[in-house]
């Protein structure tokens, strides 16, 4: 008996409907499985003041507005979680302070360490540093088998005033420090700030952009006024092993290849490592400007930097409110407010990024979202998502909880085959004013399953397939066919690329079938079979090609 290959496509959480079997022929599923997400949100875990074995917070600490993942420091198989609370009052008014969150998979918090102007080996600070303003997990740089953390402190004061500082933290695996070495205007090989230059409020690790075997780093200075008030800048570090700086490269209004500001633009808002985006070999960067007035007032851009090995740019997409395919966005909405790369979530073998909007007004005021941009190889957007106050099993939001200040990959927390995400409100109000709120978000895993069936061979040609309509329905398509004198049918699903690798048999020449998770623009095509005998496929359909009747070949 000849095996025909079926593939299709499913929820990871439905999946199990389809698996006991319904047709007439056996049918047995294998057990790889082809994950990936389209931007649908599983579950969300709120981390607060309230949070069991969570952070300890006071009234305008601003909890969130900093968050990382720290890859799994106490080594227990579970990627651990860092937070800022940019303005806790330990030790004297607005020092900051970061909390390291042990994990669990669901989302729930194991223990919680404290670094603080009273920690051991910790920061040394002044009132107003807002140590905890930008947090990064930068590897483990010192070469010591754990990963160790970079803080920003914005507002610290060493050199002249507001000119910031970043504190290199090399870590123990009980969240304790071992030493400290602090960035800043007095840094041998350093940056080169001025007061107001808000160095630190951004801070990444960029990989090792030079291939000299440390890893680098990238701080953003929103204040810079480089060509203009308040521009903003980026410092591209070049490390060594020991927290020290080998040599620094600023990228700025002037910069060749480079991002082009206006006045109070405020690019190096956020910072983010975005891997190889154009497979050059070399890891690309994404700088936030949360007050570009594109479209309109601080509507917000994110600057999409190729890069060079020595820290020079080779080239510079923009991804703003004009941007194809790109976000939707409003004045005031502070689009760029935060950046990361998710992984390849769409699994199409490219980054995709999500990007915050803390003024966005979905379901209330300044209740904020988050963009999650599937992204092609040059820099323009595939597609795009919106996570927000709104979105089916998201995060539930407050007017002013400013839901987008910072974001961070976790990696795959709950072990089901997706990356999630973590996303910082500060000023939430769960427990007192602004003591501000972490979300977990838990995103929706789907894959393909494949199945064999049993068919047998006849020798009757088949017609070919003459009716075919699309309906949306429940969260994917519902497919109606007519097919005249073959025995079943062949279904073919695109899957975005312009390949057909999901497939479906049915034992009837005509009749429905229910498409979970098939999008309207996602094409169709059918063929009838008799035995080994098949007809040539129909020609692609779509729903957005057909909206209403029925496609006849």
Known sequence: MPKNRIVLILSAYTACVLCSGSLSNPVYASTKKHFYNNGEVLST?????GTANG???DNTDYFGVAVANIGDLNNDGVQDLSAGSAFDDNGGTSRGAVHIHFMNKDGSIKSTVEINDSTENGPVLSDADTYGFSIANIGDLNNDGIQDLAVGAQYDDAGGTDRGTVHIHFMNRD????????????????PDLLDNDFYGRSVSNIGDLDSDGTQDLAVGARGDDNGGSSRGAVHIHFMNKDGSIKSTVEINDSTENGPVLSDTDTYGFSIANIGDLNNDGIQDVAVG???????GSNRGTVHIHFMNRDGSVKSTVEINNGTTNGPQLSDLDGYGASVVTLGDLNNDEIQDLAVGATGDDNGGTNRGALHIHFMNRDGSVKSTTEINDSTVNGPVLSDS??????????????DDGIHDIVIGAWYDDNGGTDRGAVHIIFMKPFYTLTFLKDTSCKDREPEETTWIQLEPKDNGM???????DSQHVKIRID????????????????GHEFLPNV??????????????????????????SYPSGWYNN
């Open 289 to 295: 400007g949360n007050l570009d007035d594109t479209g």
């Open 175 to 190: 969240g304790s420090v071992k030493s400290t070495v602090e960035i800043n205007d007095t840094t041998a090989n350093g």
């Open 478 to 484: 519902y497919l109606t066919w007519t097919q005249y």
């Open 55 to 57: 952070p300890l917070l």
């Open 495 to 510: 899957d975005g690329t312009g390949s057909y690798p999901w497939e479906i048999a049915k034992s009837k020449n005509d």
């Open 45 to 49: 875990v709120e981390i607060n003041d």
């Open 401 to 414: 909880d400013a839901f987008g200040i910072s974001v961070s990959d976790p990696g795959d927390l709950n």
């Open 519 to 544: 999008a309207s623009w996602q094409k169709i095509k059918l063929r009838g079979v008799n035995g080994c005998r098949e007809g040539d496929f129909s020609e692609e359909v779509s729903y957005s």
